[in-house]
């Protein structure tokens, strides 16, 4: 594919995923910021949604012969490090790398900082790459995908993981219905905490 | 019915368009969905214009040029442009800072919240460079594909962001 019509292709994708993104409300820093709290559950919902669509569909993909798999080689210390890091980030974003430019795009001025910041990270990793590759980012179990840890063909194992990752998901809304989680102004916002006061509590079970 | 009017979609409407974004994806450019390399393409392809050395860094050179690349720069520009339309369609378009940072920081300093911001966003993408991917990279399709690092990595990334978020005020 020429880089023209790669271009031309991932703006259009990337309208969809930014439209479904702001009507999801997972751009917004309360909805990551009360999941990162255990407070607002909404983040995981979605997340989960897609990760157990994306099981689906790419369980088809691989079932019907049409595409191949694309993991990620797995390297412990590359993970473990940079994932916490990355949650670090995240947490004082209130954002990820993709919601920031949805968060850019719904008017939200401080996330022009968190743009700028996430390029003179990425260009400062750049640059010590050659120097980190030693000691992060080598080793580690390569392509490795569950279905071969546990020798059972991708599709089933997508499919049966998805199927476990909605009866999680209908657990969740029973116990926090969505649309309390949206809050008034659609920003993710709930009711500040009551202070933990023993008077506080009958008001606080009843609200909820 | 979901109409494009609406100020929020089910979570678990949303989610699953999210996952099959993954077809296009896969069957057009061969590729999972993700976000954070773009920040690499970008940096570097700026960087590029006052230290052309940066492109004898191979990780640079493998970043700088070629389809998928400049795919998923288009990708990120366009999610932009989507989170725009639908913000204005539903008349949930946002102003200044959003209001959760007063409770979480106590401060409603703009300054304080733009230093945070800007500080989140170099961790962030430093972070998703060292693990090689992003909550998109990592998460939507690393753990839609079962890959055993993307789940350590995502593992990880939950637990950095639990720790920090519980280092600022309850929200």
């Known amino acids: 594919m020429s880089v023209l019509s790669a271009v031309l292709l991932g703006l259009a994708m990337g309208v969809v995923f930014g439209f479904v993104l702001e009507k999801s409300r997972v751009f917004e820093p309360a909805v990551i910021l009360g999941q990162l709290?255990?407070?607002?559950?909404?983040?995981?919902?979605?997340?989960?949604?897609?990760?157990?669509?994306?099981?689906?569909v790419?369980?088809?993909?691989?079932?019907?012969?049409?595409?191949?798999?694309?993991?990620?080689?797995?390297?412990?210390?590359?993970?473990?490090?940079?994932?916490?890091?990355?949650?670090?980030?995240?947490?004082?974003?209130?954002?990820?790398?993709?919601?920031?430019?949805?968060?850019?795009?719904?008017?939200?001025?401080?996330?022009?900082?968190?743009?700028?910041?996430?390029?003179?990270?990425a260009l400062t990793f750049t640059y010590l790459e050659p120097t980190l590759r030693p000691v992060l980012l080598e080793g580690g179990a390569g392509k490795l995908t569950l279905d071969k840890v546990l020798g059972i063909p991708f599709p089933w194992l997508a499919f049966g993981f998805a199927a476990l990752i909605i009866a999680g998901l209908i657990a969740l809304e029973r116990w926090r219905p969505w649309r309390t989680e949206v809050g008034a102004d659609a920003d993710g916002l709930l009711p500040p905490p009551e202070p933990s006061a023993p008077a506080a509590v009958p008001a606080a079970a009843s609200r909820s | 019915?979901?109409?494009?009017?609406?100020?929020?979609?089910?979570?678990?409407?949303?989610?699953?368009?999210?996952?099959?974004?993954?077809?296009?994806?896969?069957?057009?450019?061969?590729?999972?969905?993700?976000?954070?390399?773009?920040?690499?393409?970008?940096?570097?392809?700026?960087?590029?214009?006052?230290?052309?050395?940066?492109?004898?860094?191979?990780?640079?050179?493998?970043?700088?040029?070629?389809?998928?690349?400049?795919?998923?720069?288009?990708?990120?520009?366009?999610?932009?442009?989507?989170?725009?339309?639908?913000?204005?369609?539903?008349?949930?378009?946002?102003?200044?800072?959003?209001?959760?940072?007063?409770?979480?920081?106590?401060?409603?300093?703009?300054?304080t919240r733009f230093a945070l911001a800007f500080l989140g966003g170099f961790l962030m993408l430093a972070g998703a460079r060292i693990a090689d991917g992003c909550t998109s990279g990592h998460g939507l399709s690393g753990m839609a594909q079962l890959a055993v690092g993307s789940f350590v990595a995502i593992a990880a990334t939950f637990a950095g962001g639990i720790a920090m978020a519980h280092l600022l005020r309850r929200v």
């Open chain 2, 1 to 111: 019915m979901p109409a494009l009017t609406d100020r929020a979609w089910s979570p678990y409407f949303a989610g699953a368009l999210l996952g099959l974004l993954q077809i296009p994806a896969f069957l057009l450019i061969g590729t999972a969905l993700g976000a954070s390399s773009s920040f690499v393409t970008v940096s570097a392809t700026l960087a590029s214009l006052v230290d052309p050395a940066i492109q004898q860094i191979d990780y640079a050179a493998k970043h700088l040029s070629g389809a998928k690349n400049w795919w998923q720069v288009a990708l990120v520009v366009g999610i932009a442009l989507g989170a725009f339309l639908s913000a204005t369609l539903s008349g949930t378009r946002r102003r200044g800072i959003a209001p959760v940072w007063a409770r979480a920081l106590g401060t409603k300093s703009p300054a």
């Open chain 1, 37 to 56: 709290q255990l407070r607002n559950f909404l983040m995981l919902k979605i997340f989960l949604s897609g990760v157990a669509a994306g099981l689906v």
């Open chain 1, 58 to 121: 790419i369980g088809a993909l691989v079932a019907s012969g049409l595409s191949g798999l694309h993991p990620k080689a797995a390297i412990w210390t590359a993970d473990i490090v940079g994932g916490l890091i990355l949650g670090a980030g995240i947490a004082l974003a209130g954002a990820c790398p993709g919601t920031t430019l949805a968060q850019i795009g719904a008017g939200y001025r401080d996330a022009w900082f968190t743009l700028a910041g996430g390029l003179l990270g």
